[in-house]
């Protein structure tokens, strides 16, 4: 087994200080397969599902990382591009199919399996990137143009994928005179009437308008056309889907479990505990991920 986990790194993790945790936990392509990492402290027993095991739990297993709460493990032979799932079995000895909290790349909505990912974009912003601080300064002058991208503007009916979105979008946005897009929401999400407001994949890009590193080509393009990017990061709540955080391992892993606490009744949604120190710590990495993956800008 290869694991990109050391002593320090559950520490930090266990302590809620652990900001990249994008880097070690979730799907990661290693030399002959890929190594699997996933915090699921209740867990019975957990397993790594997908079209290469034909979808069934109890093969590739993963293994308990001393008393962290991660099971991890590597299944040889697979890579980028492999659909998968986590098979979670519970104390109370149901087996729940879950997406990768931390998964790069989601399935198309409706479909809910997670993908293992290795975005290989070249990026091109480095003049923006060394004179990004001073362009968000408290004094610099900001003008935010808001956006959904999936209503903006479309051809033929259909909507525009993230690379011509860049395109188009930078052009209009610097005639107008504005000096940033702030996008909404486009962390993957199941249902597209949200607007991208109820999440389920924390670090994935949504794939309604293409892979991530039609994103990062996007961001990439509004860089070089002197147009920041901000994007809107809900780490408020998170809806019920059963492939999603809510009773992740079978307990109230990532909300709590007083329903009075845990529930938005309006929005039909779990909150998250934020007095447990591995949801903070999975929240702030999420912020830390689009910033280091995505150049986002704020």
Known sequence: MQSLLTPEDLFLFNQGTHYRLHD??????????????????????????????????????????????????????IGH????????????????????????????PPETASVIWQPRYVWNDAAWMATRKARIARDAPISIYEVHLGSWRRERGEVLGYRELGRQLGEHVKNLGFTHVELMPVMEHPFY??????????????????APDDLMAMIDALHQQGIGVIVDWVPAHFPTDAHGLGLFDGT????????????????????????RHEVRAFLISSAMSWLDRYHVDG
């Open 252 to 275: 109230h892993l990532f909300e709590h479990a007083d329903p009075r606490r845990g529930f938005h009744p309006d929005w039909t949604s779990y909150i998250f505990n934020y007095a």
């Open 24 to 77: 070690k936990l979730g799907a990661h392509v290693v030399e002959g397969g890929t190594t699997f990492a996933v915090w699921a402290p209740s867990a019975q027993a957990v397993s790594v599902i997908g079209d290469w095991n034909h979808w069934q739990a109890g093969g590739d297993v993963l293994v308990a990382r001393e008393s962290s709460g991660i099971w991890e493990g590597t299944v040889s032979g």
């Open 193 to 210: 009437g949200s607007w991208g407001y109820q999440v389920t994949g924390y670090f994935a890009a949504t794939t309604r308008y293409g």
């Open 81 to 108: 591009g492999e659909r998968y799932k986590f098979a979670v079995v519970g104390p109370d000895g149901v087996t729940r199919e879950k997406a990768d909290p931390f998964a790069t790349r989601a399935e198309h």
